[in-house]
């Protein structure tokens, strides 16, 4: 199967971008058993091309105690823009607009195999889900379950529902526990230098952080890029702090 980012080249994927953005939203579906309000939803535009998308509004949010009500699809969208910087792992295309329930996160929906999640793929993809691992870190994200990691029709492992991440104190929860005190590769140590790089130079990404997020929750960012490289191993987990629930 293909891993790796799937949508890093931003011109060569304008259309599609335009069509999450711009496009008429002509159906929407409720999803059932979802935390937060999320819809499956068509989106066409005048000339006749379509897609499915996951819509998660605002309005949508319910009140948790530890992430400020009304950030969780800003997150999602940031998490998406990091994944592009970084250059992986794959985050369906995402967009924020306003949709039939108010601004929200637009993101392009996966068609998966029935079925697929961590624990179903980990085995025969572990540079993959090394490279999801240290994403998690450096995202903190705090509700890693085995089926946010999808394996595509299209040959993709993608990762989705990234709206409890960005937090400024230390939230990493994560069924992914097979690289925990393990070496980071040189590679993705590489990458990392060329994200925090990109937290002073590229200018769309430092627009977009600042915009969405408080200016603690940003230098908490860098901050878990720059300790990362000053000790280059995965963390030590705790499975009585570190794991979601449900795991899947």
């Given at each position: 199967?293909?891993?790796?980012?799937?949508?890093?080249d931003?011109a060569?994927n304008?259309?599609l971008?335009s069509?999450?953005?711009?496009g008429e939203?002509q159906?929407v579906?409720?999803?059932?058993?979802?935390?937060?309000?999320?819809?499956?939803?068509s989106i066409e535009?005048?000339?006749g091309?379509?897609?499915?998308a996951?819509?998660?509004?605002k309005?949508?949010e319910?009140?948790?105690?530890?992430f400020?009500?009304?950030?969780?699809?800003r997150?999602?969208?940031?998490?998406?823009?990091?994944?592009q910087?970084?250059?992986?792992?794959?985050v369906?295309l995402?967009?924020?607009r306003?949709?039939p329930?108010?601004?929200?996160?637009?993101?392009l929906?996966v068609?998966a195999?029935?079925?697929?999640?961590?624990?179903t793929?980990?085995?025969?993809n572990t540079?993959e889900?090394?490279r999801?691992a240290l994403?998690d870190?450096l995202?903190?994200?705090a509700?890693?379950?085995?089926?946010?990691?999808?394996?595509?029709?299209?040959?993709?492992?993608?990762?989705?529902?990234?709206?409890l991440?960005?937090h400024h104190?230390?939230?990493?929860r994560?069924?992914?526990w097979?690289?925990?005190?393990?070496?980071?590769?040189?590679?993705?140590l590489l990458?990392?230098?060329?994200?925090?790089?990109?937290?002073s130079?590229?200018?769309?990404?430092?627009?977009?952080?600042?915009?969405y997020?408080s200016?603690v929750?940003?230098?908490?960012?860098e901050?878990?890029?720059?300790?990362?490289?000053?000790?280059?191993v995965f963390p030590?987990l705790s499975?009585?702090?570190?794991v979601?629930?449900?795991w899947?």
């Amino acid at each position: 199967m293909t891993n790796g980012n799937q949508y890093n080249d931003r011109a060569k994927n304008k259309p599609l971008f335009s069509l999450l953005s711009n496009g008429e939203i002509q159906s929407v579906s409720i999803l059932p058993d979802g935390s937060n309000y999320s819809f499956l939803v068509s989106i066409e535009d005048s000339s006749g091309n379509y897609c499915k998308a996951i819509y998660k509004p605002k309005a949508g949010e319910k009140a948790l105690w530890d992430f400020h009500t009304g950030t969780l699809f800003r997150r999602e969208y940031l998490t998406y823009l990091v994944s592009q910087a970084l250059g992986w792992p794959s985050v369906p295309l995402t967009v924020i607009r306003d949709g039939p329930y108010g601004e929200g996160s637009i993101q392009l929906f996966v068609d998966a195999v029935p079925g697929s999640n961590y624990f179903t793929l980990w085995e025969d993809n572990t540079d993959e889900f090394r490279r999801i691992a240290l994403f998690d870190c450096l995202v903190n994200n705090a509700d890693r379950k085995a089926g946010h990691c999808i394996l595509g029709r299209d040959g993709y492992i993608w990762n989705i529902d990234h709206g409890l991440t960005f937090h400024h104190s230390a939230k990493l929860r994560t069924v992914i526990w097979e690289f925990c005190g393990q070496p980071i590769p040189e590679a993705l140590l590489l990458d990392l230098e060329s994200f925090i790089k990109c937290l002073s130079s590229n200018e769309i990404l430092i627009d977009q952080l600042k915009k969405y997020l408080s200016t603690v929750e940003v230098q908490a960012l860098e901050n878990r890029a720059n300790i990362l490289l000053k000790k280059p191993v995965f963390p030590q987990l705790s499975p009585y702090i570190n794991v979601p629930w449900p795991w899947i």
